[in-house]
């Protein structure tokens, strides 16, 4: 059973920096590409970062492109997210999220792409 949990979200000030961690476990979690997706009230789920199952390729979204660093660790089946500079346009809930797709070549640009999900803790930034 796939199992993914998050740790290390909060409430930060503005400008301030936050690192998500998620560890997983019922796969063999190399195989498969991860990335976090968040989701803000009212708001559609947007992938902010992912990356592939190597380690090899990564993708950010936008937004977030110079301020957020995904990493993984394929021998501890972790993935990480280093969250700076955060906005007010940040708040949401961050979700680790698995590819299911063994070995994909491309990295996963969309919530569609991912087919498990951990719980997701709650990123607030102060003003």
């Known amino acids: 059973q796939v199992h993914l949990v998050e740790s290390g979200g909060g409430v930060v000030q503005t400008g301030g920096s936050l690192r998500l961690s998620c560890t997983a476990s019922?796969?063999?979690?190399?195989?498969?590409?991860m990335g976090w997706v968040r989701q803000a009230p009212g708001k559609a789920r947007e992938v902010v970062a992912a990356?592939?199952?190597?380690?090899?390729?990564?993708y950010y979204a936008e937004s977030v492109r110079t301020r957020f660093i995904i990493s993984r660790d394929n021998a501890k089946n972790t993935e990480d997210l280093q969250m700076t500079t955060l906005t007010p346009e940040d708040p949401a809930t961050y979700s680790c999220?698995?590819?299911?797709?063994?070995?994909?070549?491309?990295?996963?640009?969309?919530?569609?792409?991912?087919?498990?999900w951990g719980q997701g803790p709650p990123v607030t930034v102060s003003s």
């Open positions: 019922g796969r063999t979690w190399n195989n498969y590409g």
């Open positions: 990356i592939r199952w190597n380690g090899q390729r990564t």
């Open positions: 999220a698995g590819d299911l797709r063994p070995y994909y070549g491309g990295t996963s640009e969309y919530p569609a792409d991912f087919s498990a």
